[in-house]
């Protein structure tokens, strides 16, 4: 490096550390500067200021969860300092694009994640402070040792722990006494004959989308639109702690079990999660940082503070990653279906009461999700923090994955494709382990040990779903196992939903099965 690149390369610093002082005009005077610099070394540091300043400064707009908009901000974003004036025309002066939409930060977002601009250095740090200033919740879960994840491609998902409150310790009711469909004599009678006052109110309607699983013979259902302003759900359910965190943007459900064994064995129970035994076990309790990686959600447990891949259940930063850096979280199946078809299934189901003393108006994610329209509706546009890759399945694909003995390798169905095939049942190879992937009688994917093939799906005289092996014998199927009529039985894998950009980035290695 010649001198006059070293002095370059410090002014430079000097007006990225400018950046970071509790004066707007100072901000501004910055980011004209460094317009004038010329310099996309410092393209990231305009574009982590660009979010910020659009959410601080547009809350009604974008805040998250919308049903917070028409309250006041958190704090910290509206301080008169939370301003960065001018740095969206600095952004497009140093690059290319010139986005001019009412979502022009997601749209910078995107385009930054498929470039690769090294910044300067001391970046890393320069972000740390930035969050620990001006986004404090954020900031001190970030700044956090060891970490395994990359500084500069963490995003802030414009939210945190505050204000994306988990739901915890919600309650469950009967299923027919918030069925509003209208269908059911039976939840009427029996909401006639709640005799303590406190009926719940039904609000479940068949096409509504809804979460369901199984705890030690029990089946509940959470709906997608009451979860949605949560993201996570914090509960012990038959006396087993368990988190169904949801990842919006990835559309991921997934039931972890909040055990974290510290000692001893670990055999696996029926449902599929894993069971200390003879050892001891740290329960955690799990909520959203409000920060992505590759498009998902980053959680946090609140007793270590670790920062945990809600896709992969590993731990990615923090105490957890320090002293068992192998450690994955054990899971429970997750079905995504309607509840008309959940409740057909499983009619003695518990589903959440939404009477969760949270105060959120949950009507407003009744048939919206509230997902960015753009982001959904323009196949190009990719979450920030993703870098589009060309690939066996488009990126926002709906998939189905099974991850084996190793958490950093998994093996996905096209949910699509399988519904669209003429057998509706796939057969593969897992490791070294033959399963068998197919739709069950509520019309979502399920994996099970595979019998003797080939399999073929059926439907009973019954109505329901069966498989019929090589052999001839018939299989049935139940939440946990199938199970022929003499008795022998494979069990289920359970797996984990998402779109497919998800799993490609979010593990070493992803297999398609076909």
Same mark, same amino acid.
């Not at 409150?165 to 069925?179: R, S």
């Not at 399999?455 to 069966?466: F, I, L, P, Q």
């Given at each position: 490096?010649?001198?006059?690149?070293?002095?370059?390369?410090?002014?430079?610093?000097?007006?990225?550390?400018?950046?970071?002082?509790?004066?707007?005009?100072?901000?501004?005077?910055?980011?004209?500067?460094?317009?004038?610099?010329?310099?996309?070394?410092?393209?990231?540091?305009?574009?982590?200021?660009?979010?910020?300043?659009?959410?601080?400064?547009?809350?009604?707009?974008?805040?998250?969860?919308?049903?917070?908009?028409?309250?006041? *901000?958190?704090? +910290? $974003? =509206?301080?008169?300092? /939370?301003?960065?004036?001018?740095?969206? !025309?600095?952004? @497009?002066?140093?690059?290319?694009?010139?986005?001019?939409?009412?979502?022009?930060?997601?749209?910078?977002?995107?385009?930054?994640?498929?470039?690769?601009?090294?910044?300067?250095?001391?970046?890393?740090?320069?972000?740390?402070?930035?969050?620990?200033?001006?986004?404090?919740?954020?900031?001190?879960?970030?700044?956090?040792?060891?970490?395994?994840?990359?500084?500069?491609?963490?995003?802030?998902?414009?939210?945190?722990?505050?204000?994306?409150?988990?739901?915890?310790?919600?309650?469950?009711?009967?299923?027919?006494?918030?069925?509003?469909?209208?269908?059911?004599?039976?939840?009427?009678?029996?909401?006639?004959?709640?005799?303590?006052?406190?009926? *719940?109110?039904? +609000? $479940? =309607?068949?096409?509504? /989308?809804?979460?369901?699983?199984?705890? !030690?013979?029990? @089946?509940?259902?959470?709906?997608?639109?009451?979860?949605?302003?949560?993201?996570?759900?914090?509960?012990?359910?038959?006396?087993?702690?368990?988190?169904?965190?949801?990842?919006?943007?990835?559309?991921?459900?997934?039931?972890?079990?909040?055990?974290?064994?510290?000692?001893?064995?670990?055999?696996?129970?029926?449902?599929?999660?894993?069971?200390?035994?003879?050892?001891?076990?740290?329960?955690?309790?799990?909520?959203?940082?409000?920060?992505?990686?590759?498009?998902?959600?980053?959680?946090?447990?609140?007793?270590?503070?670790?920062?945990?891949?809600?896709?992969?259940?590993?731990?990615?930063?923090?105490?957890?990653?320090?002293?068992?850096?192998?450690?994955?979280?054990?899971?429970?199946?997750?079905?995504?279906?309607?509840?008309?078809?959940?409740?057909?299934?499983?009619?003695?189901?518990?589903?959440?009461?939404?009477?969760?003393?949270?105060?959120?108006?949950?009507?407003?994610?009744?048939?919206?999700?509230?997902?960015?329209?753009?982001?959904?509706?323009?196949?190009?546009?990719?979450?920030?923090?993703?870098?589009?890759?060309?690939?066996?399945?488009?990126?926002?694909?709906?998939?189905?994955?099974?991850?084996?003995?190793?958490?950093?390798?998994?093996?996905?169905?096209?949910?699509?494709?399988?519904?669209?095939?003429?057998?509706?049942?796939?057969?593969?190879?897992?490791?070294?382990?033959?399963?068998?992937?197919?739709?069950?009688?509520?019309?979502?994917?399920?994996?099970?040990?595979?019998?003797?093939?080939?399999?073929?799906?059926?439907?009973?005289?019954?109505?329901?779903?069966?498989?019929?092996?090589?052999?001839?014998?018939?299989?049935?199927?139940?939440?946990?196992?199938?199970?022929?009529?003499?008795?022998?039985?494979?069990?289920?894998?359970?797996?984990?939903?998402?779109?497919?950009?998800?799993?490609?980035?979010?593990?070493?290695?992803?297999?398609?099965?076909?």
């Amino acid at each position: 490096m010649t001198q006059t690149d070293q002095t370059e390369a410090e002014r430079l610093r000097w007006l990225t550390s400018q950046l970071l002082v509790r004066d707007a005009d100072v901000h501004a005077t910055a980011v004209a500067a460094l317009a004038e610099e010329g310099d996309e070394r410092v393209v990231p540091h305009l574009v982590e200021l660009l979010v910020i300043d659009s959410i601080a400064n547009d809350w009604e707009q974008f805040g998250f969860p919308a049903v917070l908009r028409s309250r006041d *901000p958190p704090r +910290y $974003l =509206e301080l008169p300092e /939370v301003r960065w004036p001018g740095v969206r !025309d600095a952004l @497009a002066s140093l690059a290319d694009p010139d986005f001019d939409s009412d979502h022009a930060w997601v749209e910078w977002e995107t385009w930054y994640s498929q470039q690769e601009i090294d910044p300067l250095d001391g970046f890393e740090e320069w972000k740390l402070q930035l969050y620990r200033s001006y986004l404090p919740p954020v900031g001190g879960l970030l700044d956090c040792e060891p970490r395994e994840f990359d500084m500069q491609g963490m995003r802030w998902g414009n939210c945190d722990r505050s204000f994306l409150a988990a739901l915890n310790g919600p309650t469950f009711v009967p299923g027919d006494a918030v069925d509003a469909s209208g269908t059911s004599e039976d939840a009427e009678a029996r909401r006639d004959g709640e005799s303590d006052g406190e009926t *719940p109110e039904p +609000y $479940l =309607e068949d096409d509504h /989308v809804v979460f369901g699983f199984e705890i !030690d013979g029990t @089946a509940y259902a959470v709906p997608r639109w009451v979860l949605f302003p949560h993201e996570l759900l914090n509960a012990e359910l038959d006396g087993v702690p368990v988190s169904l965190t949801y990842c919006t943007l990835c559309n991921a459900p997934i039931l972890y079990d909040r055990r974290v064994p510290t000692g001893g064995d670990a055999d696996a129970d029926e449902s599929g999660a894993d069971e200390a035994d003879g050892g001891d076990v740290d329960v955690r309790t799990f909520g959203s940082t409000g920060l992505l990686a590759s498009g998902n959600k980053v959680m946090y447990d609140e007793e270590t503070e670790t920062l945990w891949d809600q896709h992969a259940g590993t731990p990615i930063g923090g105490e957890t990653l320090e002293s068992d850096p192998d450690l994955f979280l054990d899971q429970f199946a997750v079905t995504q279906t309607e509840w008309g078809d959940w409740k057909a299934e499983y009619p003695d189901t518990l589903a959440l009461d939404a009477d969760t003393g949270y105060g959120y108006d949950y009507s407003y994610y009744d048939g919206n999700v509230d997902f960015f329209e753009h982001y959904w509706n323009r196949e190009e546009i990719v979450q920030p923090g993703v870098r589009r890759e060309e690939g066996p399945l488009p990126e926002k694909a709906s998939v189905y994955g099974i991850v084996a003995d190793d958490p950093d390798e998994v093996w996905v169905v096209s949910i699509d494709d399988l519904r669209e095939s003429d057998s509706g049942v796939l057969e593969a190879e897992i490791g070294d382990r033959d399963v068998v992937a197919l739709l069950d009688a509520t019309d979502d994917v399920a994996v099970y040990d595979a019998p003797p093939g080939p399999v073929e799906r059926v439907e009973t005289d019954e109505g329901d779903v069966a498989l019929v092996d090589g052999e001839g014998f018939e299989w049935q199927l139940s939440r946990n196992e199938l199970r022929s009529a003499d008795g022998d039985s494979r069990e289920r894998i359970p797996g984990r939903h998402g779109l497919w950009f998800a799993f490609r980035t979010h593990y070493e290695t992803a297999h398609v099965l076909e």
